[in-house]
């Protein structure tokens, strides 16, 4: 028999617009936690202002990454997600990056679930 749930806290932060131009490594977004153990998930769409496709990347400060390629005008969903254990107060950050500049970032969502206990 499984014993009583335990109570957990969601954090988010999310955007309907899009952001700047990404030039290099830019945080999309940032989000303050306090201590705990977390299940982390995060999604942006990146769209493609450049006159060619280009390679970019997403990255959660905790370690998960992806990769993708994206076609002249085109757009490309990347998702993400991780656990991790804090021991202090933290910041998760989303990151994304384009080969040729002119990508942005739009419906983005990155959210830190506190959980009881990781195993």
């Known amino acids: 028999m499984a014993g009583a749930?335990?109570?957990?806290?969601?954090?988010v932060a999310k955007s309907r617009g899009a952001s700047g131009a990404l030039d290099g490594?830019?945080?999309?977004?940032?989000?303050?936690v306090p201590a705990g153990d977390y299940v982390i998930s995060a999604k942006t769409r990146?769209?493609?202002?450049?006159?060619?496709?280009?390679?970019v990347e997403c990255l959660l400060s905790t370690g998960?990454?992806?990769?993708?390629?994206?076609?002249?005008a085109g757009d490309l969903t990347i998702p993400l997600q991780d656990t991790v254990s804090f021991a202090a107060a933290s910041t998760v950050t989303?990151?994304?990056?384009?080969?040729?500049?002119?990508?942005?970032a739009a419906d983005w969502?990155?959210?830190?679930?506190?959980v009881g206990v990781l195993h």
């Not at 990146?46 to 390679?55: E, V, Y």
């Not at 998960?64 to 002249?72: A, C, L, P, R, Y």
């Not at 969502?109 to 506190?114: D, E, G, H, Q, Y």
Request: net charge negative; glycine share 12%; aromatic share 10%.
């Open 5 to 11: 749930s335990g109570t957990s806290d969601a954090y």
């Open 25 to 32: 490594h830019v945080d999309i977004v940032a989000l303050n």
């Open 46 to 55: 990146l769209l493609n202002g450049h006159t060619a496709g280009q390679p």
């Open 64 to 72: 998960d990454f992806s990769t993708g390629n994206i076609i002249v």
């Open 94 to 104: 989303l990151r994304c990056f384009g080969v040729y500049g002119a990508l942005y």
């Open 109 to 114: 969502v990155l959210t830190a679930i506190r």
